[in-house]
């Protein structure tokens, strides 16, 4: 859920700023990229150092920044709030939540949260008292009611020796607020995909098999997407060198396309979205041998072939509810062939690209595809990599959902 996520921590001068190294921490494991704010009190508590060293980036408090050489530049707080894709206050102390609430700009934090664009969490930190006060209530509602997140302080031992609300959420607290709280922003939470990719290979014998160039990249790019938008994503692939890289992605590695089909009927019945992006082979050898063939033993070296199963059509077939998109790659009439897969396999969708296209298909990076539904007609993109595509395709995928 975070990894890869641009996560800007900004640190405000309270006791509580003690525990956001750890927080600092836990966003990096989970496969985070962090930056840190710090305002010159927070700096009391907790060393720029100390932060610098677990983020594995600089530490900025002031609106300037002076080299080694005594060059004066500034820190740019516009690009700190485009870098993040979400920011967290903690702890956001009453007097920066004060500030917050009444756009006040008087440190690089703050004009760094009026520049933010992304979502905002904040973890306010303060003594029972403070905490209850009316004031502070009405910051914390009016950041509300600009759509921050407020993580609720928590009850225990306060650091003037009373007990009650105002400790700051505990790091584990604050990231399991947030994790929950993204996956309801995403609009493929509580959705399961299925993915296929690759190519299969159909075994002649224990050496030579039947196969395809297909390197799996598309359909990586789009199980990866998936689950960045919050699905529960299984991926099936055929033999490639690829590594998932969202640990959350179930995979099951398969060779052929009976293989395929098996694991893809296993799971489709509980999945919502079917995307067959796999280059299955359409036939297979009728024998498969269980030694070498020697090519002295063969007078007539003729391999007979006999029809492997139609995925995606077989799953046309006993859908109910699922949304379905398949695959085709033409070297003619691509529409016609592709608006004819669409109605015969049962689609909702179908993926159209064509050898034809410079830098499109497999062995590449890149990719120049059509969208074509039943919904909302033929939609043309123009040749990007394929996590480009990928985006593309999902964009298309949720307005038809």
Not at 33 to 62: G, M, R, Y
Not at 136 to 152: M, Q, R, V, W
Not at 302 to 317: H, T, V
Not at 374 to 382: I, R, V
Request: glycine share 8%; hydrophobic share 45%; aromatic share 6%.
């Amino acid at each position: 859920m975070l990894k890869g996520k641009n996560i800007l921590i900004g640190i405000s001068g309270g006791i509580a700023a003690y525990k956001t190294p750890y927080l600092v921490r836990l966003f990096k494991l989970a496969g985070a990229d962090v930056k840190v704010i710090l305002t010159d009190s927070a700096s009391q508590f907790v060393s720029p150092l100390t932060l610098a060293t677990l983020s594995e980036n600089p530490v900025p408090s002031s609106f300037i920044k002076e080299d080694e050489q005594g060059d004066i530049s500034w820190n740019n707080h516009v690009a700190l709030a485009l870098w993040a894709d979400l920011m967290v206050v903690a702890p956001a102390t009453a007097n920066t939540l004060s500030k917050m609430a009444h756009g006040q700009s008087d440190n690089l934090l703050l004009v760094t949260y009026l520049s933010a664009k992304c979502p905002v969490f904040i973890a306010p930190a303060m003594d029972l008292d403070m905490y209850k006060h009316k004031s502070t209530k009405d910051s914390l509602d009016k950041l509300a009611t600009f759509g921050d997140a407020i993580i609720p302080a928590e009850e225990g031992l306060l650091a003037s020796g009373l007990s009650g609300a105002g400790r700051m959420a505990e790091p584990e607290h604050i990231v399991a607020f947030i994790v929950k709280h993204l996956k309801g922003l995403q609009p493929l939470s509580g959705k399961r995909v299925i993915v296929t990719a690759g190519p299969t290979y159909e075994p002649i014998d224990p050496v030579r098999f039947i196969g395809n160039h297909s390197s799996g990249l598309m359909g990586y790019e789009l199980a990866d997407y998936a689950a960045k938008l919050g699905a529960e994503v299984v991926l099936v692939s055929g033999p490639t060198s690829l590594l998932v890289s969202d640990k959350t992605i179930k995979k099951f590695a398969v060779a052929t396309a009976i293989e395929m089909n098996k694991v893809a009927l296993a799971h489709f019945e509980t999945s919502d979205i079917f995307i067959g992006a796999a280059a299955v082979a359409d036939y297979r050898p009728a024998q498969v041998y269980d030694q070498k063939i020697k090519k002295e033993s063969l007078a007539n070296p003729n391999i007979e072939l006999i029809k492997n199963p139609d995925i995606i059509a077989g799953l046309g077939k006993i859908k109910k509810h699922q949304y379905l998109v398949g695959f085709a790659l033409e070297t003619q009439d691509v529409l016609d062939n592709g608006t004819k897969k669409l109605h015969a396999k049962n689609l909702d969708a179908i993926v159209l690209n064509s050898l034809e296209d410079p830098g499109a298909g497999f062995g590449h990076k890149t990719n120049k595809v059509q969208f074509l539904s039943h919904k909302n007609g033929l939609k043309s993109f123009p040749l990007k990599s394929k996590k480009a595509v990928a985006i593309d395709l999902w964009n298309e995928i949720l307005k038809e959902l």
